[in-house]
Each structure stands twice: as structure tokens, then as C-alpha cells.
T-cell receptor
Framework: QKEVEQDPGPLSVPEGAIVSLNCTYS??????FMWYRQYSRKGPELLMY????GNKEDGRFTAQVDKSSKYISLFIRDSQPSDSATYLC?????????????FGGGTRVLVKP | GAVVSQHPSRVICKSGTSVKIECRSL??????MFWYRQFPKQSLMLMAT?????????EQGVEKDKFLINHASLTLSTLTVTSAHPEDSSFYIC??????????FGPGTRLTVL
């Protein structure tokens, strides 16, 4: 079993719909949770960074963390064709220098005009 | 966010040659840089952790003599793929981290070994 599980998709939605992404994990030591967006043949771009449980909102993006269930989510409101990309969740045990990220496999999202 | 660059963005080489990839943090000093490898439609696989002024720490299964990493300054780390073979063809991505901060990724380098 992988430490971080993520549905590979593809997830296809019409423009304007809400995109719902999630990851589950097995290591209860994870405390920092990130969502990255990766366009084809580009490096990942950090979208959201959250610590411990709770919600965090930034524009059209909302990240949720439920540590009791070992489950994190990313919601994209009013989705646009430019949101079509692969979304990777990542998590870490600590924030100290030299800390490693553990990635999910990524979910490919396609927003259709 | 912080900017990380990689050079070259794409390289094609013959089997048996060595290829060097540079990773630079442009507007901050990075004490730690990471090197990842990504195959098509797969997630990032951490290869090694590079700390300025010290030897890199390689993940299990990654050949340190095959993938030479040098972190000579706080803004530059290099990955050299030695005696490259077609199975080394992949997308190589670096990232840089400032202590107690987020990890920022470079744009990646696509290596094709013929």
C-alpha cells in the first residue's frame, strides 16, 4: 500500500463546475499538506499549503485537511479550461530544512469549455 | 513565490555520454535542494537530497555513481547523469527549500538518450 493514495483520473468537468480532488494517507505523522498543479512537461507549482486539520481558502481554491480520517481535499470553484492540469497532493512530517515530501500519484483534470 | 530555474530545459544525447543539468534558485539562497525523476503519467520520485557543502543523500535504489550531484553554492546544484542509457530518459525536476519554508520546483529538464 502506498503512503499517499490519489485517484489518477482523468476527471472531466464542464467549465464553471466545482472540481473536487482528494488524497488519503496512512502515516499519521504527516502534519503539513500541500497541493501542487502541474501542467504537461512543466514543474509543479505550489497552490495551497496547510498545517494540521482545518480549511484554508485562497481565491477559487479551498483546501481541507481531516487528520482524524487521514484525508485531504482540494476544491476548485468556477473551474476554467486553464485549470486543466495534473494536481498532486504532497505531505511532510516536518517543515525543517532537508524535509522530504511524499507525493500522491496525481489526478489529471480536464475542464471542458 | 520563489523562482527556481533549470538548464537545459531539454537535452538529447547519445548513449554512453554524460549530461549535466543545473538547478538554480534565482532570488533566494537554498540550503537544500532536491532532485526528482518523473516518468510519463506518473508522480515525482525523489532521487536525492542535496545540501550545500556536503555530500548528497540518495534514496534507496538510486545509484550515486550514476547520478552525480554537486551543491557547490547556496544557489546552484547540478545533477550529472553519467554514461547515460535509453532507460535514463525521463523528466528530471529539481526543487529548492529555504529552512522552515515551502518547497519550490524548477520547470524540469527532459532528457532523451538515443
Amino acid at each position: 500500500q502506498k503512503e499517499v493514495e490519489q485517484d489518477p483520473g482523468p476527471l472531466s468537468v464542464p467549465e464553471g463546475a466545482i472540481v473536487s480532488l482528494n488524497c488519503t494517507y496512512s502515516n499519521s505523522a504527516f502534519q503539513y499538506f500541500m497541493w501542487y498543479r502541474q501542467y504537461s512537461r512543466k514543474g509543479p507549482e505550489l497552490l495551497m499549503y496547510t498545517y494540521s486539520s482545518g480549511n484554508k481558502e485562497d481565491g477559487r481554491f479551498t483546501a481541507q485537511v481531516d487528520k482524524s480520517s487521514k484525508y485531504i481535499s482540494l476544491f476548485i470553484r468556477d473551474s476554467q479550461p486553464s485549470d486543466s492540469a495534473t494536481y498532486l497532493c504532497a505531505m511532510s512530517v516536518s517543515r525543517a530544512a532537508g524535509n522530504k515530501l511524499t507525493f500522491g500519484g496525481g489526478t489529471r483534470v480536464l475542464v471542458k469549455p | 513565490g520563489a523562482v527556481v530555474s533549470q538548464h537545459p530545459s531539454r537535452v538529447i544525447c547519445k548513449s554512453g555520454t554524460s549530461v549535466k543539468i543545473e538547478c538554480r534558485s534565482l532570488d533566494f539562497q537554498a540550503t537544500t535542494m532536491f532532485w526528482y525523476r518523473q516518468f510519463p503519467k506518473q508522480s515525482l520520485m525523489l532521487m536525492a537530497t542535496s545540501n550545500e557543502g556536503s555530500k548528497a543523500t540518495y534514496e534507496q535504489g538510486v545509484e550515486k555513481d550514476k547520478f552525480l550531484i554537486n551543491h557547490a553554492s547556496l544557489t546552484l546544484s547540478t545533477l550529472t547523469v553519467t554514461s547515460a542509457h535509453p532507460e535514463d530518459s525521463s523528466f528530471y525536476i529539481c526543487s529548492a527549500i529555504v529552512p522552515y519554508n515551502e518547497q519550490f520546483f524548477g520547470p524540469g529538464t527532459r532528457l532523451t538518450v538515443l
